[in-house]
């Protein structure tokens, strides 16, 4: 999980405004939709770590946004990082799904 936060100093000190983006990629059984693997993952990680006042509506959410990784290993993690690379640099749409 990758969180991106924003801050402002207060009397020399940085104190967290707001999540500005979460990142989550998780390898996953044969079983779960990417549907429902992102659901899952809004409902038990996302809410269940970052504290509701940090969230607002213009947080951005890429909750496994490279669709299914059920056979994992560090080829394939690094495919897919490129992948999501590539596609959030060209601003390509996600045809994972």
């Known amino acids: 999980m990758q969180v991106t936060c ?54 951005v959410f890429h909750l496994q946004p490279s669709g299914r990784f059920v056979i994992g290993g560090p080829q394939v993690i690094i495919f897919n990082t490129h992948v999501y690379t590539y596609r959030t640099f060209l601003e390509l749409p996600d045809v994972t799904n």
């Not at 998780?26 to 779960?32: E, K, L, T």
Request: a positive charge; charged letters at 30%.
């Open 6 to 59: 924003e801050y402002r100093m207060e009397k020399g000190a940085c104190v967290p405004v707001r999540v500005h983006t979460v990142v989550i990629f998780v390898q996953h059984s044969d079983d779960i939709t990417t549907s429902e693997l992102r659901k899952q993952l809004m409902e038990k990680v996302v809410k269940v770590v970052i504290p509701r006042q940090y969230i607002d509506a213009q947080t």
